[in-house]
């Protein structure tokens, strides 16, 4: 079992306030849970900074109908294969499809893939979820 420590932390009761308003909103048992959370949040976010392994999702919608759109997200994902773990497409519309890739790699190459996605004519939202092989994290 992991040692825990207590400490405690002085906060404006106004930020306090708000805090407990977030731990509500977002079904915390406590504010040490909650805390805790925000920590490893701003651990992962240094992990992407730092160029370490790691792992996130590319979420992009496109309308299928453009013509050659298909074929070109296809070269960029056979492009950068060796980062892209799994793929889910779903047919949401009649004109549009929604795709989830699941990625690894270094931060930095997981962004190419990304941009290089989310930036092609006829993508009409992508975004990249980053989060962390969980393997520096307590």
């Not at 453009?66 to 060796?82: A, E, G, M, N, S």
């Not at 519309?93 to 795709?99: G, Q, R, S, T, V």
């Not at 993508?123 to 393997?135: F, N, R």
């Amino acid at each position: 079992m992991k040692k825990l420590v207590r400490f405690g932390v002085s906060l404006d009761h106004h930020l306090l306030d708000d805090f407990d308003r977030l731990i509500q909103r977002r079904k915390y048992t406590n504010r040490s849970e909650a805390l805790r959370d925000l920590i490893r949040d701003h651990l992962v976010g240094q992990e992407w900074d730092e160029d370490k392994e790691t792992v996130g999702t590319v979420t992009f919608v496109y309308d299928h109908h453009v013509r050659d759109l298909t074929r070109k997200l296809t070269d960029i994902q056979h492009r950068y294969q060796k980062l892209i773990l799994s793929g889910m497409h779903v047919h949401l519309d009649h004109d549009h499809c929604l795709e989830v890739l699941v990625v690894k790699g270094k931060g930095s190459e997981i962004k190419k893939v990304s941009d290089a996605l989310v930036s092609v004519k006829g993508v009409k939202h992508g975004k990249l979820t980053m989060t962390t092989t969980g393997k520096g994290l307590s």
